[in-house]
């Protein structure tokens, strides 16, 4: 006899609540974990702030000083560079607080200790010493020289620069206090999804298959029953859908926490690698299936985007290709010049397509190889796409099966760790799309794919300005790399920037007597780093880990903007005009120290400088008045940099606008670039790289 279908759409309903509350519980743990260790985090940024405060005011200290040598400074210099030293003196009696020093544990703390109590080098004797000298220039009796003064500062400075070394050393080392905590967390999770599994799913799709089979068998009430099936049939996917939305939760929870714990030394290291694998897998798993509930819904529709298509297929082709390898079999991309570097596409249905499709080529070959290739068909708008393997091949049989959508993968067997479901989310984003998938194959002898995807908008290509073309167009350009995507992507750049770039395979085919402006050298390319030291000045790295700071080190794939930035640092000084009369500058900044240091550059150049103390001051400067230039500062009050850019940007001005950042994160680099800038330079300002910017877009 059929259960009650009222009672089993009840437990139905339970079950997708507890679901719910099981998601909301572990969200709520970690972003209150999170929290907490973002608020320690706050703690460091303060003193390294202070601590990047107390160089920049030595270096305005001894600025000032210089000039009292000269007897070039008045009674209000004078009373500046006592009022430096007040500064200087209450930042150093905060840092030596204890407060600030129980933020060191014991691997830090005597060297901190040493650093700022010794009694010869330590900063505090360091600076009576120095202070003392600058007291001295106003005595008649007492001659202090320029050298004197510089040598107690270089040792002075040297041990700032240390102090802030340490402050950022210690706050990259205090996470792994939280490895404990976090095992734990993870051990709670999968004994409450194990539970949800077993006391939950389980029974309940017994519910539903035991619905199934007793609604087939009452013949009498077929019409009902086959409407009570049909519901529950509803149910169940939407049951699969929230429950795979609410297991992804906690899970990414789970593995984002193990990728931060990852990166610390560990003896656990290893067990947290595999149970990063184990995470990842069942995650992959979850995904699979809330793909398949979301595109089998009716309401199921596309969402165009522009998608970077290098970087897409390289970051979906990376664990494959690492998957080939370990297998000794080879994994090749062969992309057409012709194909765009960005598309107008779902970037989601893009990767439903692909993804299931290049491992089952991966996973069933053996011997050989996998080929990917990528192409452009212009008239028509469209992306075709060859994916061929030398693997086992597919049946007639099977191939039939997948005609008619009633797929299963091939070759599927418990042992393959797959659920079987993966060309079933092919053909149906295929569908979504309007696109068109054809397989060939032979048992034994490999299979084909060919996919023809229309994309909705043709690409727009990036239109240099006349002054950027004439400015890229003094230097040339090569580059060292094996990586298909990365070729053809770096080749479109250059193309569309007017330029020519030459392509070497490895640095043993790049001779130095080429004599190149700028070559961009792919690591994974390096054999060694003995030759591209002799190339140090010219060479921009890319494809680098971040734990490279050696190289000049850019994005994988650095967007047009980014790579003109990074270029126009590389050009001689010497080739590059220093004075800009009659061009107006506007500087925002809410330090008053970086205020004086950034306006006495630029007037130096020639320049009429404006000054605004924040972010809105300096986007309503910009609405009254005419600018050549703007130096915006990233952290200000009242509306920091990135905010007054967009503001800037909605009321359409495209005024050169150019970041001012204390850090050299690449994250902090791309949103830059996000919300409008055309630029970036570091601080402490350098005045070399400062002249190349300002050369950049004023001349």
Known sequence: MAPNYKKLTHKLKRLHWSFLLLAFIYTLLGQAYIFILMDKQDEYAYYLNLAGRQRMLSQQIQLQ?????????????????????????????????????????????????????????????????????????????????????????????????????????????????????????????????????????????????????????????NHKNLQKVEYANRLKSELLARATHALRVGLNGVDGMLSLIERQPSDVKPLLKKAKVSSSHMLSIIDSLSNYAE??????????????????????????????????????????????????IDEKMLRNVFEPLIANAVRYTEVGNVQLHLGYVDEDNELVAQIHDSGIGISEEQLKSIKQNNIV???????????????????????????????????????????????????????????????????????????PLFIHYYQSVFNSLHSDIAVFTSLSDY????????????????????????????????????????????????????????IVEQMPIASIRTSWPGKRVLVAEDNEINQEVISSLLEGFQLDVQVASNGLTAADTVFKMNFDLILMDIQMPILDGIEATRKIRETGSQVPIVALTAHTYRTDEKLCFDVGMNGFVSKPIQPDKLVKVLSRFLS
């Not at 402050?167 to 939280?178: G, H, W």
């Not at 389980?202 to 009452?218: D, T, W, Y």
């Not at 300005?465 to 790399?481: D, F, L, N, P």
């Not at 007597?513 to 790295?541: P, W």
């Open 511 to 566: 001779t130095t007597q080429d004599s190149y402006s700028v070559v961009l050298v792919d690591l994974a390319a390096v054999e060694t780093d003995a030759k591209l030291e002799q190339m140090r000045g010219q060479y921009l790295c890319f494809n680098a880990a971040l734990d490279q700071p050696k190289y000049p080190n850019l994005a994988r794939f650095t967007d047009t903007e980014q790579l003109l930035q990074h």
């Open 409 to 483: 993968e091939k070759g599927f067997n418990a042992s393959d760790n797959s659920i079987g479901i993966g060309l079933l989310i092919v053909n149906r984003a295929i569908e979504l799309m309007n696109a068109h998938i054809e397989i060939t194959s032979r048992l034994g002898q490999g299979t084909n794919v060919y996919i023809t995807l229309p994309l909705v908008d043709k690409p727009k290509a990036y239109l240099p300005s006349s002054s950027q073309t004439q400015m890229i167009g003094k230097m040339s350009y090569a580059m060292i790399s094996r990586d």
């Open 65 to 221: 000083a210089e000039k009292a040598i000269y007897k070039q400074t008045s009674t209000k210099e004078l009373q500046s560079l006592a009022d430096s030293q007040v500064a200087f003196d209450a930042a150093l009696n905060i840092l030596i607080q204890p407060n600030a020093l129980s933020l060191f544990d014991s691997q830090y703390f005597p060297i901190v200790e040493r650093l700022y109590f010794g009694e010869i080098n330590g900063i505090n004797a360091q600076v009576h010493r120095y202070f003392l000298a600058i007291e001295a220039i106003e005595s008649p009796e007492v001659k202090v020289s320029i050298d004197e003064l510089q040598l107690l500062h270089t040792a002075l400075l040297k041990n700032l620069e240390l102090a802030v070394s340490l402050v950022e050393q210690q706050a990259q080392t205090r996470a792994s206090d939280i490895k404990l905590s976090i095992l734990l967390y993870l051990l709670g999770f999968f004994l409450l999804l194990w539970l949800s599994i077993r006391k939950g799913i389980q029974p309940m799709e017994k519910s539903i298959q035991l619905a199934l089979h007793g609604g087939f068998l009452n013949n009498e009430t």
């Open 295 to 344: 595109l089998t819904r009716q309401k199921a529709h596309i969402h165009p985007t522009t998608v970077h298509l290098n970087e897409f297929f390289a970051d979906l082709c990376r664990n494959y290709q690492a998957l080939a390898s370990a297998k000794d079999i080879q994994f090749n991309i062969d992309i057409a010049p012709t194909v765009p570097i960005c598309i107008a």
